[in-house]
């Protein structure tokens, strides 16, 4: 015989966004916003190029310290510049995946991540790739929670389902 706990389990994601491709990180929220409209936790936590998702200066923009970094932020250029990771034809493949997802009434990468929003999402950015990068706290959306490193995010993400993406 099983005994069930009275405790309500918090149901939990975690994930890891690595990339700042526009399918990927559309992905991303996508499963994030899902999961919260339903009652999970979710904790997004963004490094290297995911980090471009989370900047506040979106678009082509020298963002970092130092020479490398800021060549890397006029290369990135945010959401509204994100590639798409295969057959991105020259920048186009965005603005036709924008233009069918709004012809099929999807929500766009950029009205997912204004509803992750919404909905307490926690964002965090990896501590080691802000470093690498150059980008400090102030270069971040202020709905980054924390910075944090790995071994602090991998416990913070303990009892529930991690992805990679």
């Given at each position: 015989?099983?005994?069930?706990?009275?405790?309500?389990?918090?149901?939990?994601?975690?994930?890891?966004?690595?990339?700042?491709?526009?399918?990927?990180?559309?992905?991303?929220?996508?499963?994030?916003?899902?999961a919260a409209a339903v009652?999970?936790?979710?904790?997004?936590?963004?490094?290297?190029?995911?980090?471009?998702?989370?900047?506040?200066?979106?678009?082509?923009?020298?963002?970092?310290?130092?020479?490398?970094?800021?060549?890397?932020?006029?290369?990135?250029?945010?959401?509204?510049?994100?590639?798409?990771?295969?057959?991105?034809?020259?920048?186009?493949?965005?603005?036709?995946?924008?233009?069918?997802?709004?012809?099929?009434?999807?929500?766009?990468?950029?009205?997912?991540?204004?509803?992750?929003?919404?909905?307490?999402?926690?964002?965090y950015a990896c501590e080691?790739?802000?470093?690498?990068?150059?980008?400090?706290?102030?270069?971040?959306?202020?709905?980054?929670?924390?910075?944090?490193?790995?071994?602090?995010?991998?416990?913070?993400?303990?009892?529930?389902?991690?992805?990679?993406?």
């Amino acid at each position: 015989m099983r005994i069930m706990s009275e405790e309500k389990q918090t149901k939990k994601l975690s994930i890891i966004s690595f990339s700042g491709d526009f399918d990927k990180l559309t992905a991303v929220f996508t499963l994030a916003t899902g999961a919260a409209a339903v009652g999970y936790e979710v904790n997004l936590f963004f490094t290297f190029w995911g980090l471009d998702a989370i900047k506040i200066k979106q678009g082509r923009s020298p963002v970092g310290k130092g020479f490398l970094p800021k060549v890397f932020g006029l290369m990135m250029g945010g959401l509204k510049a994100a590639p798409v990771s295969r057959l991105n034809f020259w920048g186009i493949s965005p603005k036709i995946f924008r233009f069918l997802m709004k012809k099929n009434n999807v929500a766009t990468l950029e009205e997912l991540v204004d509803a992750a929003k919404e909905l307490g999402i926690n964002f965090y950015a990896c501590e080691m790739a802000m470093h690498i990068l150059g980008i400090g706290k102030s270069d971040l959306i202020p709905e980054v929670k924390e910075i944090l490193g790995v071994a602090s995010f991998l416990k913070l993400s303990e009892g529930g389902q991690t992805l990679f993406i």
